[in-house]
């Protein structure tokens, strides 16, 4: 029985040196500055990537802008393009619908100081050949003659007559279509 007590003893001793030790055992202790530092770092890569996504941002603001711009841009030459001065028939005298379009026109050429005119008279099929030709010259000069006197250069503007040449039917509505001034830019 001794020596189950003194097993017993011996054991109780074991058991509490090892509670002890690891009781006792070093802690590695993290100290303030190297939770600071790392909050620092973390801290700042926040602040660049938050720079980073303001940046990104501005560059999507700038090119959406740009392709607007472009947009509005190509629209503008479109529409200087495809929208012809009309006449009545038999006539060069420019109407208030014709007035108009030819001021839109000459705010396109001011914003585009570069760009060359091509101001083509155009007839619808009725008439002899000569006449329509001459009569294209008129729309096209007239035309050119407003522009100018709306202040865009004489040297940005040329004028072609090709009277009934490009006609496109002969009704009515193509009739009233093939009498025009249409405006195609030089490249």
Excluded at 54 to 82: H, L, P, R, V
Aim: include cysteine.
């Amino acid at each position: 029985m001794k020596s189950r007590m003194w097993m017993s003893l011996v054991m109780v001793a074991l058991v509490s040196g090892l509670f002890l030790t690891v009781s006792c055992a070093k802690k590695a202790v993290v100290s303030d500055a190297t939770t600071t530092e790392a909050q620092a770092k973390a801290a700042t890569e926040a602040e660049r990537l938050e720079q980073q996504k303001i940046e990104q941002q501005k560059i999507d603001e700038q090119m959406a802008k740009e392709k607007m711009i472009k947009d509005a841009m190509a629209k503008a030459e479109s529409n200087f393009i495809n929208k012809d001065v009309l006449f009545a028939y038999d006539s060069s005298d420019l109407d208030a619908t014709a007035v108009m379009l030819l001021k839109e026109k000459a705010a396109w050429l001011n914003a585009n100081p570069s760009a060359i005119a091509i101001i083509e008279g155009h007839c619808d099929a009725r008439g002899t050949n000569d006449y329509n030709l001459a009569l294209g010259e008129r729309r096209a000069s007239v035309a050119k003659a407003y522009l100018i006197n709306l202040g865009i250069s004489e040297s940005v503007l040329e004028t072609i007559s090709y009277g009934e040449e490009q006609s496109t039917g002969s009704t009515e509505a193509a009739y009233r279509l093939d009498r025009r001034a249409h405006f195609v830019t030089k490249p």
